[in-house]
């Protein structure tokens, strides 16, 4: 479009310019005996239409670039856009990758922990009542784990005069401790906190928590995991 324009331009301003010429020419002897201010009146109204017609010309290839510099302002802008989006869908799936290793690592941290760690569970012991109207019963302390180290077996409130007991070491393995109670027959339901805390192999201390229970209709003391691998 821009060549265009120039291309019509020069050819106007030729043919324009011929004309003239041509006018000059034909009538000489009329413009040699112009007078100097006659001859600026006529050069004047001779080459203003010229001027005239570069200054349209120009004023359309300004507003042709302009429209070309608008259409590239938007076709970046356009590219800004979808360069975000892009930007924006590749930032969200390095989190999912770093949320799914996140939560990989996780699961192998999980399973070393299980690896190393004691199984502990308890079973009731035997009950026998005594004729000073108590109860002597026990709770059998299991590993089916790894080595538990440093045991001790805590209850909140207290089996009677059963605070804290130590039991030393369970292996790797099916062994087990015993834990021994002497309590008053009582007509109500007796509930605590039993926690267990040990040395484990990777030298960590850990606590174990568990819900006790004694029913009165059933006075043995069952215990029920409830927190457990806490630091």
């Known amino acids: 479009m821009g060549k265009k324009l120039e291309l019509w331009g020069a050819i106007g301003t030729a043919v324009y310019l011929l004309v ?9 002897d009329a413009f040699q005996a112009l007078k100097l201010n006659e001859l600026g009146d006529f050069l004047a109204g001779a080459f203003g239409p010229v001027a005239f017609f570069w200054l349209v010309l120009g004023f359309l290839q300004q507003g042709r670039e302009l429209r070309l510099s608008t259409d590239a302002l938007q076709i970046q802008a356009q590219e800004l856009r979808n360069s975000v989006e892009q930007q ?8 999912q990758q770093i949320e799914a290793h996140k939560a990989t690592l996780l699961l192998q ?32 302390i299991n590993n089916s784990g790894e080595e538990a180290r440093d045991l001790v077996v805590s209850f909140e409130p207290s089996i009677a005069d059963v605070t804290s007991v130590a039991l030393g070491k369970l292996l790797k393995g099916a062994t087990s401790r015993s834990i021994e109670f002497v309590y008053p027959v009582s007509k109500e339901d007796r509930e605590g906190t039993c926690t267990i805390r040990y040395l484990r192999s990777d030298g960590k201390y850990i606590l174990e928590k568990f819900d006790y229970k004694i029913p009165a209709v059933k006075p043995f003391v069952y ?4 927190i457990s691998f806490l630091p």
């Open 88 to 95: 924006s869908i590749m930032a969200a799936a390095a989190t």
């Open 223 to 226: 215990i029920e995991k409830h």
């Open 20 to 28: 003239i010429f041509t006018k000059v020419f034909l009538n000489f």
């Open 109 to 140: 941290e999980l399973e070393r922990e299980r690896a190393i760690s004691p199984k502990l569970t308890s079973i009731p012991g035997s009950r026998r009542g005594g004729g000073d109207s108590n109860i002597y019963t026990s709770i059998q």
